[in-house]
């Protein structure tokens, strides 16, 4: 195997400028999937007030849907990528997220808008996991990590900066413009894709896993909207724990997931690849991964929020607030993936996640009378954490991987992604409402003020910093994993499936 790799990387002389036309079109593409993940954060209570609704519980799921459907189609890329061609499936799919933006910018009820923000899903979930492989399959030996970092800027620039740009548009002009932005950018990806793109050879493929296609997407969206019914009911001061379609929305989740578990086990060639998990550096390295992905999805849902219903800054404001996390990530994701391809995972996870978790510790103080400072410090903490080893945690898992099955986890671990996150924003949700309405009752006020809404927050927050004391524990678990000789050279053959 080894005199197949050598050549490869001596043959011709590596240069960024030789992969920097088809890295453009991938990065524009992604970025602009990955930026609409957020923007809509900064927007919510313009929705709320829009369509003339209560409180933020449907409104939310403009962000739980799109998240949805991205998580129900990321499994698929690997088939489709496979089936069709990955630069097919790839333009494609980007040109469905900028349709679905458009129809989303026509929307004239919540309810369309969240059907609407579920075809923009549809076509973004498969932009992500097709883009990383592309990438995995560009670059040569010895330089995944330097590569992936360069990538890994939009990743965290895009959910950092969509407060920014939303919080603008909102502000100086409508929330239809969140969606609008998104038509030329989208027109731009495909044309850049169509010309500097290279055609990846077809894999034969297996009967698509119907079954599992069906089970997975129901266990997911059950068990979020049961989540997301939980909590105290607003007006009545009762639980909602034990109301019927929080039982039947968990319960129909659980048993879905049960049987989509077993279904994918037993299946020669299954949606998503679960024997991976036998690879216990890889289970270890993706429970990290869940871990820093609440926390951070966590942070960024729930900080918009605060700024503005507790101390009532504009969505630019807010967005600006939160601009420092984008600095901050974009200017430690390369030293990550540079540092990653030198020293491993390990250290760079131990890092992040001592700054995520000063982070979370920082906003779990905040007060009623906090300034922007004491949001904006951990916000850009919460940023270099996550630059720093988000990538690298990432090649980790793909190097953790069994080599027949490395192909498949670009999708497992952004299928994961989405869901973790869809998680993340029902239970925070429901902890923090749950805490404000035990509050209000507490003080006896009707409606809530700038303290109530910090200690609701701050006890959220609190909650964040254990889920990211426990991800450092388990980071100091990594072990490096072992190189198999020659192993890249087969890598990029099995883009995502």
Known sequence: MSSKAAPASTEVPFSIRSILGPLIAIVVGIFMVILDGTAVNVALPKLQEEFKLLNLSLVQWTVIGYALAQAAVIPLA??????????????ISVGLFTIGS???????SVETLIAFRIVQGLGGGVVVPIAMAFIYRLSPPGKVGTIMGMMGIPILLGPALGPVVAGWFVEYHSWQWIFLINLPIGIIAIFLGIRKLPNIQRQSVASLDLLG???GPLAFAALVYGVSEGGIDPISGKSTWTDASTLIGTGVG???LILFVLVELNRKDPLLELRVFRSGNFTKGIIVQWISQIAMFGTMFLVPLFLQQAHGYSPLETGLIMLPQALASGLFMPIGGK????FGARPLV??????TAIATLLLSNISGDSGIGSVMLPLALLGAGMGLFMMPLNNHLI????QNLVGRVTSLTNAAQQVMMSFAIAILMTISSTKMNNLMAESGKTKPDVNLFASSFGYTFLILLGIAVVGGILGLMLTKPKKVEGEHAEVPMMIGH
Not at 339 to 342: A, K, T, V
């Open 339 to 342: 540092l990653s391809d030198r």
């Open 213 to 215: 296609m069906i089970l």
């Open 102 to 108: 458009a129809l989303c910018a026509m929307a004239n």
């Open 254 to 256: 659980l048993i879905a």
């Open 350 to 355: 131990l890092a992040g996640m001592a700054l």
């Open 399 to 402: 190097q953790s991987a069994p």
């Open 78 to 91: 690997g088939w489709l990528s496979d089936r069709f061609g990955a630069k097919k499936v790839f333009l």
